[in-house]
């Protein structure tokens, strides 16, 4: 019996509307998680949980099939039950000033200790001076530096005396003492000294030479005695830093009593601020005089007494969930800022900013995988740091050696992070293929598929997914028939009657596009026919393309037949891909034949338009020949195959069994109806493969029947495989009703070619033969020809003939 037409019904899935038991979508539960992905996110889950460190996730699917807001969804979730991470800040180190050190305080506690040692520098820019200057303080300087200028005069009016005991006066100049004779207490002068005896000069020169013994002592004493001095003034400025700190600090020193690192800081800035305070005020006042900022540096004036937070939380507030859009390298593990300073560029503890490792430390970090794979050094960088269990802050220039100046290293902070890499499939195979070190912390994977069953279950679950996005953006409430035209639409961009569509950001579009109408068309609640206003303004807006390639057919640029019939000639369906838009094109397919080889020469391939799948369903035909005619005898023919007016490449085994109809048709040489086409693979036993794209295809055909005028006998003939996956648009269903236009499901190249030809394929006879009649016996009957005309031609060479089997 010749295949019949399918049934309205079976061309499109009405989705049943009695079967909800709500009006609207206000009537509806939101969900928590995306329906269909169980397995996903029970991967998740277990990822989020597992105490492990090593066990990361990478969450890979389609775009739009909701793998970030899973992710977002239940790390939030876990995080709520986790505790909340400790602060952490960063000051200076007094030892090694070119290492900052990082502490860790309680949640919520950085910020407040921070605070406080800013106002601790605030209070002693003024408790210090006060002290220094307070009367008893200054009095007791005073007292210091009395006691040094009196020591130091004592010894020089004992020198004195001593010299003015023996006649000699000690003289103190612009160019330092000198010793002179006195006569009856007065200088002698030179010219009187001349003319003393030589035995008296000689006596007055030994005694100065003996006092200047003595003065050489007392100036050899004075730098020790200065020494002292300061030793002195030293001992007693550390008193009063210590008296006029002591406070202050001590407040300090509370609010961190429970911390042992911060007590341990403090003790040295405590020191360093004993030792050092009053010179780097005077540093910074001197440069605030001068109108220059502070001096930065490894020693950065007073921010040497500052803490830096580098990351702080709501104490209680559980873990952090972090995405981070762009994962450079600086933007993962933190970067050292620089300032223009004199020329130059430099940095300081204060200047270094937290990475989103930092951001997520305790909790959750995503990152999408392509994104981090493209960054120069952060996928390294990253693993790096996973290895380790800590994240330390380096340049790029490190990385890459670049530069071997001394720069800041911070003390690296430890690590606990569960990162969650979202990406694609290819992505996640090549990882696992060529970076050994994937698998060793990426144990996870949560795999989201592209659709789910259709049920009454699911329906109900897309019904409530609807009511979410509804509800989140507080657009108008969709009634029964809008989520009906809704979870429709959604099978057919899953190209399944059986199944829904998982892609959220087309659901999401299309649900914000039908409010849009619905607030245009001035209605309180979204129905069918504003969904079905958005998809067909979606489609019109992508469709120029699909138009003009329509133009070109209906006016005969491009030759496409829709009636009567031709010899080895026959439509074949294709599916053109725009961005997110596709539809179908018809495509021309002839084939000629003559006696050959046994080749069948594919022009596509021959010219490199054909692609790998394409050329291989060609040879697909010509084992297809072998097995079906001439069993035991060589093929003696030459056919080449093409698509007519192809100007790009093709690929894919869809038009294999179009290929094969129209190769029948040639050896047959029966014509094939052209108000028909044909899409579909076939296998070498002759049976019709499914599939992709079917509804695209179908449409592409019917809307040049229907520019052309439906004769009621037009249709397209599938693979009865693909009926489960017919979607197809409202016209072309109305017209197959009105048996204007008529899909045909094929299971084997027989029953297609008896539709095709209007004669019977034929069977072999008891005595091995196909009917003369028939398809096959035409076929066979022409081979055996083609065969016979080879024997003549190599027997009339002189070449040997060419045997039966």
């Known amino acids: 019996m010749p295949v019949g037409p399918l049934l309205p019904q079976q061309l499109y899935r009405v989705c049943d509307c009695e079967a909800f038991h709500f009006q609207t979508t206000s009537d509806l539960q939101p969900l928590e998680y995306i329906p269909g992905q169980d397995r996903a996110l029970e991967a998740i889950r277990f990822g989020a949980a597992m105490p492990h460190d090593d066990y990361h996730l990478y969450l890979f699917g389609a775009p739009g099939t909701g793998r970030h807001m899973s992710a977002d969804k239940i790390f939030h979730d876990r995080a709520k039950e986790m505790p909340t991470p400790e ?3 960063y000051v200076h180190n007094f030892k090694t000033p070119h290492q900052p050190r990082a502490i860790n305080l309680p949640a919520g506690r950085g910020p407040a200790f921070a605070a406080a040692l800013q106002d601790l520098v605030a209070d002693l820019r003024t408790a210090i001076p006060a002290t220094f200057e307070r009367p008893e303080n200054q009095r007791r300087i005073q007292a210091i530096e009395e006691a040094f200028r009196a020591k130091q005069e004592a010894a020089f009016n004992a020198l004195s005396q001593q010299a003015q005991a023996q006649g000699v006066a000690l003289l103190r100049t612009e160019q330092g003492f000198a010793f002179a004779p006195l006569k009856e207490g007065q200088i002698l002068p030179p010219e ?19 006092l200047q013994g003595a003065l050489k002592d007392v100036l050899q004493s004075v730098p020790r005695w200065d020494k002292e001095r300061r030793q002195a003034l030293l001992q007693l400025n550390h008193e009063l830093m210590a008296e006029a700190i002591a406070f202050p600090l001590g407040e300090v020193r509370a609010a961190v009593v429970d911390v042992a690192e911060a007590l341990e800081f403090l003790n040295e800035l405590r020191n360093d601020l004993v030792a050092n305070f009053p010179a780097v005020l005077a540093a910074e006042q001197q440069a605030g005089q001068e109108g220059q900022p502070a001096p930065l540096g490894v020693v950065a004036g007073l921010r040497r007494y500052q803490a830096n937070v580098l990351v702080s939380h709501i104490p209680e507030s559980g873990a952090p969930v972090v995405y981070e859009a762009n994962p450079t390298l600086l933007n993962l593990m933190g970067r050292a800022e620089h300032v223009a300073q004199m020329g130059t560029l430099v940095t300081d503890f204060t200047l270094l900013k937290a990475g989103a490792l930092h951001r997520a430390n305790g909790g959750f970090l995503v990152i999408d995988a392509e994104k981090l794979l493209r960054e120069p050094f952060a996928w390294d960088a990253l693993k790096r740091n996973l290895k380790a269990k800590h994240v330390a802050i380096e340049s790029p220039a490190q990385y890459a050696s670049l530069i071997a100046t001394v720069s800041l290293e911070p003390e690296p902070i430890p690590l606990q992070v569960r990162i969650a890499l979202v990406g694609s499939p290819m992505i996640f195979h090549l990882l696992q293929q060529y970076d050994n ?10 795999d989201f598929g592209n659709a789910m069953n259709r049920s009454l279950e699911s329906d109900e679950n897309f019904a409530r997914l609807i009511a979410t996005m509804v509800q989140a953006a507080k657009l108008r409430p969709f009634d029964v028939q809008g989520v009906a035209r809704l979870i429709e639409e959604s099978s057919r961009q899953a190209e399944d009657s059986a199944k829904l569509s998982l892609n959220l950001t087309d659901l999401w579009d299309l649900v914000r596009e039908a409010d849009f109408f619905a607030q245009r068309d ?11 206003e958005a998809v067909k303004a979606r489609v019109r807006r992508a469709d120029r393309i699909r138009e003009a390639s329509l133009e070109q057919i209906t006016r005969d640029i491009l030759l496409i037949d829709s009636d009567g019939e031709k010899v080895g000639q026959i439509n074949g369906l294709s599916v053109l891909q725009l961005g997110r838009f596709s539809f179908g094109k018809p495509s021309r397919i002839t084939v000629a034949v003559r006696m050959g080889l046994g080749r069948l020469i594919d022009i596509e391939r021959e010219v490199n338009l054909g692609g790998p799948l394409h050329s291989k369903g060609v040879l697909i035909l010509q084992g297809f020949l072998a097995g079906r005619f001439l069993p035991g005898e060589p093929l003696s023919l030459s056919a080449s195959l093409v698509f007519e007016q192809s100007y790009g490449g093709v690929d894919g085994d869809s038009a294999s069994s179009t290929e094969c109809y129209a190769l029948l048709s040639a050896l ?11 899409t ?10 499914a599939i992709g794209g079917v509804n695209d295809k179908i449409e592409g055909f019917f809307d040049i029947c229907k520019a052309r005028g439906l004769t009621g006998k037009q249709g397209v003939l599938i693979p009865k495989s693909n ?13 197959c009703a009105n048996a204007q236009f008529h899909i045909y499901p094929i299971a084997t190249i027989e029953e297609g070619i008896e539709l095709l030809t209007g004669r019977a394929a034929g069977e072999r006879g008891p005595d091995g033969r196909y009917p003369a009649d028939s398809v096959y016996g035409l076929v ?11 024997r003549k031609i190599a027997e009339t060479a002189g070449a040997p003939g060419v045997s039966r089997g």
Not at 198 to 208: L, P, S
Not at 522 to 532: E, K
Not at 680 to 687: A, I, R, T, Y
């Open 680 to 689: 579909g693979s076939v296998n070498q036993k002759g049976e019709v493969q």
């Open 522 to 532: 001035g209605v309180a609640v979204v129905g069918r026919p504003q969904v079905s």
């Open 192 to 210: 009187d000294f001349a003319k003393l005896s030589e035995e008296e000069r000689h006596r007055i020169q030994g005694i100065i030479q003996a």
């Open 723 to 735: 009926i489960v996956h017919l979607m197809l648009r409202e016209d072309v269903v109305a017209a």
């Open 668 to 678: 047959a040489e029966l014509p094939l109806r052209q108000d028909l086409a044909v």
């Open 87 to 89: 602060d952490w800040v």
């Open 437 to 446: 070190e994937f698998g060793t912390y990426f144990k996870v994977a949560a």
């Open 780 to 790: 066979e009957e022409r081979l055996r020809s083609f065969a016979q005309q080879r």
